[in-house]
């Protein structure tokens, strides 16, 4: 008996713990965006911003939660080689 009380108890609250709202996602402001493009060609590489949907008086809309330095180009490494290999 006295399982069966924490059984139920244990599948409550893994229940209620996935109940929840969508979480927030922190998006970037303009300011934020171009501060870090401005960082990664600083560093002589190429920026990746990474946008999600959002929510704006019903429509979806692309809005920035990340920026991502990337190497300039493809051809950084020669042919064969892999970056371990010199």
Not at 40 to 65: F, L, M
Request: hydrophobic share 40%; proline share 5%.
């Amino acid at each position: 008996m006295k399982t069966t009380i924490i059984a139920a108890a244990i599948v409550a609250a893994s229940l209620t713990a996935c109940a929840g709202d969508k979480p927030d996602l922190a998006y970037l402001s303009r300011q934020e965006v171009s501060n870090a493009i401005s960082d990664c060609e600083a560093a002589g590489q190429r920026a990746s911003v990474i946008y999600t949907k959002a929510d704006w008086n019903g429509r979806k809309v692309p809005t920035p939660v990340d920026v991502q330095c990337m190497p300039r180009n493809a051809g950084s490494y020669r042919a064969g080689l892999s970056r371990d290999d010199s």
